[in-house]
Structures are given as structure tokens and as C-alpha cells.
């Protein structure tokens, strides 16, 4: 690889390390699909470009091809009808080992640069991978856009970033000089190589095909592994791009194009991913979905090194506030987004029985309940602003769930079934409010995925962080969140977030929320309770891929 592709990169790269070093914003991927960031026809092109795939065959380079399978359907009502190879993998994942030591060999800076520069080409595609998210995981564009691009690709290059950190955190080589006294000292030349573990596995999920994919294909991959992915088979598509800008950068640098692969299902109802997870060859694997198969993963690959994102119950704490209006405005958006169809998304919210104190007075609990559904009502009464944050419902199983959870409590808003104004048989729900006695713990503390809300209501603020906590310590979150004027009571919760391991966010009232992460800044998840045994991203996520292997001489 030419020395010119790492200087080119270079801004890019500082600029990384600096920001998860300062933890302020920073990002060099537009958010915004403005047409002055990406060209005046990029949407265009990228809405063009993604219905191009439909109903044709996906090429990919890799050895052991053996057909082709895929049955995506969009949530907005259509098939994608795109079909990917599908592979023998005793034959492709033996390649994927012998290609690492090519990949090993090429060096720090030479991975780095070459995984910056599939960043860079991902991010020229953030309209076709965009349109891709929206008809897989059924995100409204412009969050499929932003998250399913520029964000997650922030969450790539952070992963490179501390990759790249912990890499280099030793010298490549040094000359060890020890005095002997009257005599001549030894003298040693000693080389260090980064090592790779082995072939990395992503096992990626269908609400977030490109965030949760990202990170652990990148943190893998600039520590010298080669990575194969494994989509969700109702999410394939924005993977399979991704996976051919990283195979194409690779071909051009000389390197074998299957370094970077990927696995489907060849029949979904007969999944390979158990058969793929515990395959010799594998010795690292990334997932993010459902606790069960998460814990079987964790229990039944002991060959390799397992990150894991599961399920979880993430909660909000209402002592008091100061800007009721806007607590209520914050929260009508954090429960829409996306239909709560987000691992960082709210479920159980506790409010004491009594009320609680506020700008505008006292509120009772039911003041409260109430004002939330008529939040969320006015919020959502605008059809193409519900139709862009509500998104689709991505799988008819969360569907049901929510028909199932109205009898769990006592329904304060019922989810309604909104009309798409630009897609007819979409998929979409609004969110449901429960209110429920805190003594009813077996329904609230387990996690019910979807636009599903439990409105607690506890004896007293004190009571509250007892059961946040308990819900966090023994189920997991991936976030907490808190309303309080009493820096006494916002002291109690942060102590107690700090206890179980989550993340806290207080007294959001403006245009941040606690279901939003931001790369470089926001720890995603801390790997201190259950729901995630890993954080995105830091050095412990990285730092065990390699390993330092020496060799030594006499100078």
C-alpha cells in the first residue's frame, strides 16, 4: 500500500484521536442530507442507486459461492426481492484465515488507512445506504439517513480510532541496551508485531443494520482480523453494501477482497449462525439483539473473545422539574422516535403516587399520565411529522407484542395505527402508555421491545431509585434518565446509576435526548450490568483483539 493513502487520511485520523481524547463534538461526517454536504443530486442518486438492488442479485467477492438467497421485505409494504450470494463457510472461512496474515502484514498505519478510506467511500453512499435502512428497519429517512449513516459511521471510525490508539501504544521496534559493568553491554534488537486474533464475526441486528454493525466490524478490523458479517435476514441489504465498498478498497491496495465477507441464512428458517459462532476459525464475535441468544453466545464460544449488546429495561426517575412543558415535550419525542424500537429507548417510567412539583404547580400522578398522552397525541398529530419519527414497526412479532401489552395495566394512551402519508401499507404504531403499581414488578421488569411505556407508580422518589435500580442491576439498561430541581435527590440517582452501571442523563427539557448516543462523546452502553457486556466505544473494546508478538536478535 502506497505511504499516500495514510497521509491522505491523516486530518481524519487526529481528529479522532483527539475527540474521543477531549470528548467534546466532533464528527467529519455530515448529519445533516443537505444537498450543500453532498451534491445537489445526491438524494437522488442515492434513491436511484438503492432501486437499482431490487429484484437483482448482489455481487460479492468471496471464496466457496455456492447460490444465492434473500427475502427482504420493506415495513412499508413492499419485497426488495434482492438476492446474495450464499457460501460454504469450512470453505470461505479457512480463506479468511489465510488472508490474515496478508492483512497482519501491511501493518498499523496501513489498516487504519485503509479502513478510513472505506469510511470515506461508505459516506459518499449515505443516500443508498440510508434508503436501505429505511426499507429494512423500517426507520423514517431521516433518522435511517443520520443513524444508518453519518452516526454510524462516527461509531466506525471511533472504534478505528481507539483501535489505532491501543495499537501503537508500543513502538514497532526498539533497541535494548543493558550495561554489564567493565564489560560490553548486551545489546538486543526486538521487534513488536501486531497480531490479529483470528476471524472476526459481526452478528448484526434488524433495527440497526449499519450502527450496530460498524463498530465491532471496524474495531476488528484495523486490529488485524478479518471480518465476516452476518446480517439479520430482514436487514441484509445496507450490510451487503458496505461490505462491497470495503472488498473493492481492499482489491485496489492488492489485498485478497474477502477479508472483509459476508453470511447469509441460505434458508431463514434454518439459520447458520450457531454453526458460524462456534466455527474454529472465529475468535471474535460482535452481536447486538436478544438476551437469549446473546447468553448462548456468551456460554457456548469458548473459542472466542464475545461482545455482547442485549436487552434491557431502561428507566426515567420524575421527582420534580422546573420546565414541566418541556419534560413533557422531551419525553413525547424519546417515546416516538422511531416507535421504541431503540435498545437506549425508555420503559418504565416512576412517578410517585403523591406527585410530584413543578413550574406550574403541583401535579398529581394521574396530572402527569395525563399530560404525557396528550403530548404525545399533539406531537403526533401532524401526519408527516408522525410519519418521519414514528417510522414502521419492523417486525410483525413487535406488532403483537404491543396488542398483548394493553392488558398488562391500565391503559392511559392507546397505540394507534397511523397512515403513512407517502407509504399506504406501512407498518406503523404510536406509542402505548400503562400505568401500573409498583408492586406489579413481574410485568415492568423485563423487557417489552417496542412502543410500550409503563407509567409506575411508587411511594416516593426514595422508592423509585430503589426500583430503577433493582430493574438495572438485575435486567440491564443502556440508559437512566431523571427530572429533579433537588441537587440532593439528583446526587442519590447518580450515585445509584453509578452503583448498577448505566448511564445517566438529568432534567433533559431541550433538543437532546436520552435515546440518542453521540460517537466520540456518549459511551454507548457501559458493560457493567446485563444488558451489554462491552462499551462503544473505549479501550477495552479494542485492546483485546490483538496481540503483541515479539521477536529479538543481537544487534
Request: charged fraction near 20%; glycine fraction near 8%.
Amino acid at each position: 500500500m502506497s505511504q499516500s493513502l495514510f497521509e491522505q487520511h491523516q486530518e481524519t485520523l487526529q481528529g479522532a484521536l483527539k475527540a474521543i481524547r477531549t470528548r467534546d463534538y466532533w464528527s467529519p461526517y455530515p448529519e445533516s442530507p443537505s444537498p450543500r454536504k453532498y451534491g445537489e443530486t445526491a438524494d437522488k442518486d442515492g434513491q436511484a442507486a438503492f432501486k437499482a438492488h431490487l429484484n437483482g442479485s448482489f455481487e460479492l467477492k468471496m471464496p466457496g459461492i455456492t447460490g444465492e438467497a434473500g427475502s427482504e421485505v420493506s415495513p412499508y409494504g413492499f419485497d426488495l426481492g434482492v438476492k446474495y450470494p450464499t457460501v460454504d463457510i469450512d470453505v470461505l472461512l479457512p480463506a479468511m484465515k489465510d488472508a490474515q496474515k496478508a492483512w497482519r502484514d501491511i501493518g498499523v498505519d496501513a489498516r487504519a488507512a485503509i479502513c478510513l478510506e472505506i469510511l470515506k467511500r461508505i459516506n459518499a453512499r449515505s443516500f443508498e445506504i440510508g434508503y436501505g435502512v429505511m426499507h429494512t428497519s423500517g426507520q423514517g429517512f431521516m433518522m435511517a439517513f443520520q443513524a444508518g449513516g453519518p452516526h454510524a459511521q462516527d461509531r466506525g471510525l471511533e472504534a478505528v480510532a481507539y483501535g489505532y490508539e491501543a495499537m501503537t501504544s508500543a513502538p514497532g521496534s526498539a533497541t535494548w541496551t543493558k550495561p554489564q559493568g567493565k564489560h560490553d553491554p548486551l545489546v538486543l534488537d526486538k521487534k513488536f508485531t501486531v497480531v490479529g486474533r483470528g476471524v472476526g464475526l459481526v452478528i448484526g441486528c434488524s433495527t440497526f443494520p449499519t450502527w450496530n454493525t460498524y463498530p465491532g466490524m471496524f474495531a476488528s478490523l484495523v486490529t488485524g482480523n478479518p471480518v465476516v458479517v452476518k446480517p439479520h435476514p430482514a436487514g441484509i441489504l445496507p450490510a451487503a453494501i458496505s461490505i462491497q465498498i470495503a472488498q473493492q478498497v481492499l482489491e485496489e491496495q492488492g489485498l485478497p477482497p474477502h477479508i472483509v465477507s459476508m453470511v447469509i441464512d441460505a434458508d431463514p428458517a434454518q439459520p447458520c449462525t450457531k454453526e458460524l459462532a462456534q466455527h474454529a476459525a472465529v475468535k471474535l464475535i460482535d452481536f447486538t439483539g436478544n438476551t437469549a441468544f446473546g447468553d448462548w453466545l456468551e456460554q457456548n464460544c469458548p473459542q472466542a473473545q464475545v461482545y455482547t449488546e442485549k436487552a434491557g429495561v431502561n428507566t426515567i426517575i420524575v421527582d420534580s422539574t422546573d420546565n414541566f412543558k418541556g419534560m413533557i415535550q422531551n419525553l413525547s419525542f424519546t417515546l416516538s422516535l422511531y416507535s421504541g424500537q431503540m435498545c437506549t429507548t425508555p420503559q418504565d417510567i416512576f412517578i410517585p403516587a403523591g406527585g410530584i412539583e413543578t413550574d406550574q404547580g403541583h401535579k398529581s400522578f394521574d396530572d402527569v399520565a395525563s399530560a404525557l398522552a396528550t403530548g404525545l397525541d399533539k406531537f403526533l398529530s401532524d401526519p408527516e411529522r408522525a410519519g418521519m419519527v414514528l417510522g414502521c414497526i419492523q417486525a410483525d412479532v413487535t406488532d403483537k407484542r404491543v396488542d398483548n401489552a394493553k392488558a398488562l395495566g391500565t391503559v392511559v394512551r392507546d397505540s394507534d395505527r397511523p397512515v403513512n402519508p407517502w407509504f399506504k401499507e406501512a407498518r406503523m404504531r404510536s406509542p402505548l402508555l400503562l400505568s401500573i403499581d409498583a408492586d406489579k414488578e413481574d410485568t415492568y421488569m423485563e423487557e417489552l421491545f417496542g412502543p410500550i411505556t409503563f407509567l409506575i407508580r411508587t411511594e416516593s422518589t426514595d422508592h423509585s431509585v430503589q426500583l430503577a435500580h433493582k430493574a438495572v442491576s438485575n435486567h440491564g439498561a443502556i440508559t437512566m434518565g431523571c427530572y429533579s430541581t433537588t441537587d440532593a435527590v439528583l446526587d442519590q440517582i447518580e450515585e445509584a446509576a453509578l452503583d448498577c452501571g448505566v448511564a445517566l442523563s438529568s432534567n433533559l427539557t431541550g433538543g437532546v435526548f436520552v435515546n440518542q448516543s453521540a460517537a466520540f462523546s456518549d459511551f454507548h452502553a457501559t458493560g457493567c450490568n446485563p444488558a451489554a457486556n462491552a462499551c462503544l466505544s473505549d479501550l477495552a473494546y479494542v485492546a483485546n483483539r490483538f496481540r503483541v508478538v515479539q521477536s529479538r536478535k543481537h544487534a
